[in-house]
């Protein structure tokens, strides 16, 4: 008992001698390039919230902000790649929602995600939609109903990739009006929309800022938003929830360090990504988009983290859904 007390003793101060070193660390931080890496392909949205606030961060900063896209694997090679990069503040990963469900999709990743990451600050999120092309004759979620129920597996849902939102999406989608859906993963948002508007896919969840102008062109027909109550960005769609179906989907994007970043640090670039997001140019941007911002502090951002993978594991363990090879 003695040899514990000393040893946390000994531990309690070595953490008091360390806070000016803390405080340093944030006072000389940073000291060279800042580097947000988007485990996205460029383009989508989580790129463009990326480059946007990055941008805007890197003018008080004192150093410049570059945006790193390393895609690939389900976003396992960008954050992976954080994950174990020097914790000096030189490095950040932005996350979205697959993040989360990969706790659960994946048995065997390179790094913990609770573990290996620390959060550091919330920044959009994009409403979803349901949609479809009017060649299909789908004009709501009974009509879907109908059609998927005399022919189960003929219709098809496209996602972004194997895991992301629109996947888990489609996914609840199936589960809770009891139809079957044939899931068609692409490399992106981009690919699966086209695909979307040329009629190869019968639905899919994409993120409003992208569809909207589609939808307005007539060039998509909207189901519903996947939203608790009418979007404010789009009020004249009802929620699927009025139809019957309650469920609310959206993509958000986050900001992560390497678990051993100083905690001086992660609070300093917190501080920045809320500055940014309250910047003008960003507000302006942001409400043009359908793009909601999501300020908060590092410890909400990891309350919130844990409230998708809960919610996601569920989902993946009652539709038996599995990335691992």
Not at 104 to 118: G, I
Not at 158 to 171: D, P, Q, R, V
Not at 243 to 250: A, L, T
Request: charged share 15%; with cysteine; proline share 7%.
């Amino acid at each position: 008992m003695q040899h514990i007390q000393r040893r946390t003793l000994l531990q309690a101060l070595a953490a008091i001698g360390a806070l000016p070193h803390l405080a340093r660390a944030a006072d000389s931080w940073p000291t060279k390039p800042v580097h947000l890496v988007v485990p996205f392909t460029p383009g989508g949205t989580t790129d463009y919230v990326t480059r946007l606030v990055g941008t805007e961060v890197g003018k008080t900063l004192g150093q410049p902000v570059i945006v790193d896209n390393k895609p690939g694997a389900g976003t396992v090679i960008g954050v992976d790649y954080v994950a174990k990069s020097a914790p000096d503040g030189g490095n950040f990963v932005t996350v979205a929602n697959s993040f989360c469900a990969n706790e659960t999709l994946l048995n065997k990743k390179p790094y913990d995600t609770l573990r290996d990451l620390r959060p550091v600050a919330l920044m959009g999120m994009s409403e979803h939609v349901l949609t479809t092309h009017p060649a299909s004759g789908l004009k709501s979620l009974d009509d879907l109903r109908r059609a998927a129920k005399s022919k189960p597996g003929a219709l098809s849902y496209a996602s972004f990739g194997n895991g992301t939102s629109a996947h888990l999406s489609g996914e609840m989608l199936c589960q809770q009006m009891g139809i079957e859906l044939t899931h068609v993963p692409y490399k992106g948002q981009g690919p699966a929309l086209a695909d979307l508007l040329g009629g190869q896919v019968s639905v899919m969840f994409g993120n409003w800022p992208e569809f909207r102008s589609h939808v307005e062109a007539g060039k998509l027909v909207a189901l519903g938003m996947a939203t608790r109550q009418r979007s404010v960005y789009a009020p004249n769609i009802p929620t699927l929830a009025e139809q019957g179906v309650p469920i609310e989907s959206n993509s958000w994007n986050g900001l992560l360090a390497p678990s051993a970043t100083p905690v001086a640090v992660v609070q300093r670039m917190n501080a920045e990504v809320n500055r940014a997001l309250a910047a003008p140019a960003v507000v302006d941007a942001f409400n043009k988009g359908g793009i909601a911002s999501l300020s908060g502090t590092p410890l909400q951002f990891g309350e919130f983290i844990r409230s998708e993978i809960d919610k996601y594991a569920q989902v993946v363990r009652k539709g038996n859904i599995t990335l691992d090879s």
